[in-house]
C-alpha cells in the first residue's frame, strides 16, 4: 500500500539542514559564532555515509543553497526594494544559491572519495584540507562570487582571527571544519569504534586551543616595541584623523537628475563640518557624485567649491576615459588637482555589468544596472597624509588579495569607498562590513571605510574596530590613526596564499591515492 503522504526529502536529511542553518546564523547581523564549531558535522558525516555520488551531489546542493539562501536572503530583500516581483526576487536568490552550492557539491563528493583513501586517524585533517583548497581555489577561479568563507563564522572573536595573519583565512577555515570532521567521525563510527574517535577528539580539540592561545596573546600580550615593530618607539608617528562622510542618500533616488543639487548640498554640508575639524584625510563614499565626475557641475563642486585650507580627499566617483567607464576612487591632493585613479577591479554581476543583458526585455530593472569596464591589476598607490594608500570598491574587501597586493607594495592604509544603499537595514551591511576585519588582520593595516548609507568605520592592525557609524543614518565619522604599528606588515602579507596552496596540494595528493584495501 503506497504511503498517504511523502515527504519532500527523507528525515536524515533534516539534520544537514539544521546544520546549514546553523552556520548560516554565524554571520552578522545574528552572529550565533560558536555554533560554527559543530554546524558542519551533520553535512560531513552524511558525505562520509552517501552511498553514491549522486547522493553526494544531492547533500552538498541541499546544504549549499540552504545556507545561502538564508545569508543571501538580503538579495531577495534587494529586489523587492526595487519593486521586482516576489517571484523575480526568489529566483534571483535560488540562481544565485544554487551557483554558490558547487563548493559543497564539489566538497560532498570529495569527502566520499577521501572515505576510501585516507585512514580514519588521518581523514579529519584531510577533510579540512579539502576544505580550505576548494575555498582558496573557488575564491581564484569565481572572485565574484567570493564573499562567504567558512573562516567567517568566527567574526565576533578576535583571538580566534589574530593567527591568519600568519595563515590566512583559510588558515582558519581549516581549524573549524577540522573539528566539525572529528565530531563527524564519531558520529558515523559505529560499537568500538566510537570509543576510539572520540580518543581522536583531543588532538584538534588541542591544535584548536593552541591557537586560540596564539590568538590571545597576539591580540593582548606580544611585545610590540621589538617583536613586531621596527621603527623607533621614542619617536613615534603622529596621530592622523580621517573625517568619514556618511550622507545617507537614498539609493533608488540617487540617481535622479532633479535630485543632484539636493545631493551636493547634503554631502557639502557634512564636508564644510569636517574641514572645521582639521583632518589630514577626508573620504566621501562610492559613486557619491551625482552623475560623472567630469560633468562641469560636478567637477566644479568636487574641486572648485570648497575654499580655504583643504586636506587630502578620497572619493568614490563614476569616470570615463573615452568608451570605457569605471567605478572609481579619486584621490584629490591639498591643491585641488586629482592625484590619482583606483578603478575598481572586481565588479557586481548584475550590478556593475550585466551577463545575461537579454534578460532586460522580461526584467526591466536590468535596463538600470550598469555597464562599467574593470579597472588593472597594476595601479598605483594613492600618496596622502597618512603615507602610502591603498584603495579598495564595495565588495572588494571580499577578496584578500586585492587587499594584500596594496599592502606588500607599501600601503599603510587602506580605503575602502561603498555604497550599501540598495540593501537598506538587512544582513548585507553588517557582514560586508566586518570582511574589512579580516582584511585589516590579515595584513596588520588599517582599514578605513566610507559607506553611503553606512556602515562607516573602521579597523586598526588587530581587528579592533576603532570607528562605526550604523546604517541608514546621516553622519560624520572621525577615525584616529596613531601611527604605523607593524610596517613590515605580516606574514601573510609577505608569503601570501603558502598555507591555502599546500592544502590544495595535500587534499589533491590524497583524493588520486589509491583505494585502500578493504575499504
Known amino acids: 500500500m503506497k504511503p498517504l503522504f511523502r515527504l519532500p526529502f527523507s528525515v536524515s536529511r533534516v539534520p544537514i539542514v539544521l546544520g546549514a542553518c546553523a552556520l548560516a546564523v554565524t554571520v552578522p547581523r545574528v552572529g550565533l559564532c560558536p555554533l560554527g564549531w ?12 552517501a552511498k553514491g555520488r549522486r547522493e553526494a551531489l544531492k547533500l552538498g546542493a ?36 544554487l551557483t554558490l552550492s558547487l563548493n559543497w557539491t564539489l566538497a560532498a563528493l570529495g569527502i566520499q572519495r577521501l572515505r576510501d583513501r585516507v585512514p580514519v586517524e588521518l581523514r579529519p585533517a584531510a577533510i579540512a584540507a579539502l576544505a580550505a583548497g576548494i575555498e582558496l581555489l573557488w575564491a581564484k577561479t569565481l572572485p565574484e562570487m567570493g564573499i562567504f568563507s567558512i573562516a567567517y563564522s568566527q567574526w565576533r572573536f578576535l583571538s580566534w582571527l589574530q593567527p591568519i595573519s600568519v595563515t590566512g583565512t583559510v588558515g582558519l577555515t581549516f581549524l573549524v571544519v577540522l573539528v566539525n570532521a572529528s565530531v563527524a567521525e564519531w558520529v558515523v563510527a559505529e560499537g568500538a569504534r566510537r570509543a576510539a574517535a572520540l580518543r581522536r577528539l583531543a588532538w584538534p580539540a588541542a591544535l584548536a586551543g593552541a591557537w586560540w592561545a596564539c590568538g590571545a596573546w597576539m591580540l593582548h600580550g606580544a611585545p610590540t616595541p621589538g617583536f613586531w615593530k621596527t621603527a623607533d618607539p621614542l619617536t ?18 540617487k540617481w535622479n537628475p ?21 583632518p589630514d584625510l577626508i573620504l566621501w563614499p562610492e559613486s557619491s557624485v551625482p552623475g560623472w565626475l567630469d560633468e562641469p557641475a560636478n567637477w566644479d563642486w568636487v574641486f572648485k567649491s570648497f575654499k580655504g585650507p583643504r586636506p587630502h580627499f578620497i572619493i568614490g566617483a563614476v569616470t570615463r576615459d573615452g568608451r570605457f567607464a569605471h567605478n572609481s576612487a579619486v ?6 588637482k586629482a592625484a590619482g585613479l583606483y578603478h575598481k577591479r572586481r565588479l557586481v554581476p548584475f550590478g556593475e555589468y550585466v551577463p545575461l543583458r537579454f534578460l532586460e526585455r522580461w526584467i526591466s530593472i536590468l535596463t538600470q544596472m550598469g555597464d562599467m569596464d574593470p579597472g588593472a591589476a597594476d595601479q598605483k598607490l594613492f600618496e596622502t597624509p597618512l603615507g602610502k594608500a591603498g584603495a579598495g570598491v564595495c565588495y572588494e574587501s571580499a577578496f584578500p588579495y586585492l587587499v594584500r597586493e596594496p599592502s606588500a607594495a607599501g600601503a599603510r592604509l587602506i580605503v575602502n569607498v561603498t555604497n550599501d544603499g540598495w540593501y537598506k537595514d538587512t544582513w548585507g551591511p553588517y557582514q560586508i562590513f566586518f570582511l574589512n576585519r579580516y582584511r585589516a588582520i590579515e595584513n596588520r593595516i588599517y582599514v578605513a571605510r566610507a559607506a553611503n548609507t553606512g556602515i562607516s568605520g573602521g579597523f586598526d592592525p588587530w581587528g579592533r574596530t576603532v570607528a562605526y557609524q550604523g546604517v541608514m543614518t546621516r553622519a560624520l565619522v572621525v577615525m584616529e590613526v596613531p601611527g604605523d604599528p607593524i610596517p613590515r606588515r605580516s606574514l601573510y602579507t609577505r608569503a601570501g596564499d603558502w598555507f591555502g596552496w599546500l592544502c590544495a596540494l595535500a587534499a589533491a595528493a590524497a583524493l588520486l591515492a589509491p583505494k585502500r584495501r578493504g575499504a
Do not use: H
Request: proline content about 6%; glycine content about 4%; overall charge neutral.
Open 38 to 49: 559543530a554546524a558542519l558535522s551533520p553535512f560531513i558525516a552524511a558525505a562520509l555515509r
Open 62 to 97: 541541499l546544504y549549499g543553497v540552504v545556507l545561502y539562501s538564508v545569508v543571501y536572503f538580503w538579495v531577495y530583500s534587494t529586489c523587492r526594494f526595487a519593486e521586482l516581483s516576489p517571484l523575480v526576487g526568489a529566483l534571483a536568490l535560488l540562481s544565485m544559491s
Open 236 to 253: 613615534p608617528d603622529p596621530v592622523r584623523k580621517i573625517a568619514i562622510v556618511q550622507p545617507n542618500v537614498d539609493q533608488y533616488a
Open 258 to 278: 532633479g535630485r543632484a543639487a539636493e545631493i551636493r548640498a547634503n554631502i557639502s554640508e557634512l564636508t564644510e563640518r569636517a574641514l572645521s575639524l582639521g
Open 331 to 336: 584621490s584629490i591632493a591639498p591643491d585641488a
